[in-house]
């Protein structure tokens, strides 16, 4: 039973190193048409459909790999995290937007009285005078 379970695991490892190295070498056979496609006669929508089915045997192949299992579930989660977004309406958000301007308007009429007052009894003089 012990014997099984090493077995597994390092057949899992082998497997995952052959999706990984056949991916790459799938990758490197799309340079490689890129890189004779002028070289050779072939129309673009030989290029094209070939283009296609190695992207889709590159992904087919990367979903079945522990990264690629981790990457659909990382999808299928941020799609429910979607669905339980809120977008507030539009009455919500005007509210909100008034109560920033009205705060703002308030802080900045604030500032302005201070700064009159500070100003009207001389208390904070930050001017330089030059000496010669």
Known sequence: MYIQKIYKKYIYRHIEKIKWCSIIL??????????????????????????????????????????????????????????????????????TTLIVIIITALLSLMLWILDNFFNAFNIMDYSVEVIR
Do not use: R
Not at 35 to 49: A, L, P, Q
Not at 74 to 89: R, T
């Open 26 to 95: 799938i990758f490197i056979l799309i340079l490689s048409n890129y890189s004779f496609e002028n070289k050779m006669n072939s129309t673009k929508i030989k290029s094209i459909i070939y283009g296609a089915l190695t992207v889709l045997c590159i992904s087919s192949i990367f979903f079945f790999t522990k990264i690629g299992k981790k990457y659909l579930i990382f999808l299928q989660e941020s799609k429910n995290e979607l669905k339980n977004i809120i977008i507030p309406k539009k009455i919500d958000s005007l509210k």
